[in-house]
């Protein structure tokens, strides 16, 4: 699996961004010192393949039975559409709620009772939007078996919801691989590197300390 070429592409690509005076606030509310964003690897061929590549590769390891692969909406779906195509597997993508239009489907693409699904979303950082897509598709009597992403933050929020949920969640590259790197090439200074391990550590007391500096100027 080329991890250290995926990593090092979404620096040199400027997906990942750092901004230690200026933090970013996540939807989950969180204040954080670095930002992904990874729909902008759907533009970078090279970059995209190696990330399906990569996805495939896990799933066959990790979920072997899976009968069908499901995109989140929105981000998910250009990445499990490309590792559907790889693994020959039929692709499904699933909304995070109904249309309210036409026939009112949350999921697109045709499921049965007896399929094992895994669910692809590109960024977990609590997991609210995939355990929501996992929720969408178990209510349909659907066994999904579990979730693969290309990037997860690690966050202690995330494995006491997918726990909750009942769900594994098995991502291609991690926060600390991804600041690890980082950091050994130089591309992020000692103390970008130790900033960012202190809010890894402990997200919302970082968040809820910036609040409190912002507040007092």
Known sequence: MQTNQIIQSLIDNKIVSINLNKPFRYASGILSPIYTDFRLTISIPELRDMIADGLAELIRGKYPEATVIGGV?????????????RLNLPLIYVRAKPKDHGAGKQIEGRITKDDKVVLIDD?????????????????????????ASVFTYGLPDADRNFAAANTTLYPLLSYAELISQGHQENKFSDEEYARLSTWHKAPWDWTKREEQANAAK
């Open 123 to 147: 960024l977990i950082s609590t997991g609210g939007s995939v355990l929501g897509a996992v929720r969408a598709v178990r209510n349909e009597g659907v066994n999904v078996i579990g979730v």
């Open 73 to 85: 909406a929105t981000a998910g779906i250009p990445h499990a559409a490309w590792v559907a195509q």
